[in-house]
């Protein structure tokens, strides 16, 4: 089971109106560098409920999901058992 964990996360507007993200910083201010986008999509997140753009990603050679939803960021983590 996951929760809708929201980040925050720097990023790269491009002139072209497209998002970036680039770093992704955990709640304890712990930073994550998103090595590789693999995808972008408008997706809903099955584990943790709700929806935005998807970013699939890259992190330390672990795929994990980004989602922009409205103007916040959110990732889907594991909740304690």
Do not use: H
């Not at 970036?20 to 999509?41: A, K, N, S, Y």
């Amino acid at each position: 089971m996951s929760k809708k964990v929201y980040v925050t996360v720097n990023a790269v507007f491009q002139p072209d109106g497209t998002i970036q993200p680039l770093c992704v910083i955990w709640e304890d201010g712990t930073r994550f560098r998103i090595d590789r986008i693999f995808d972008v999509r408008p997706a809903a997140s099955l584990r943790a409920g709700g929806a935005g753009i998807r970013y699939t990603c890259g992190i330390r050679g672990t795929v994990s999901y980004l989602f922009l939803e409205g103007n916040r960021w959110f990732v889907e983590a594991k909740k304690p058992v």
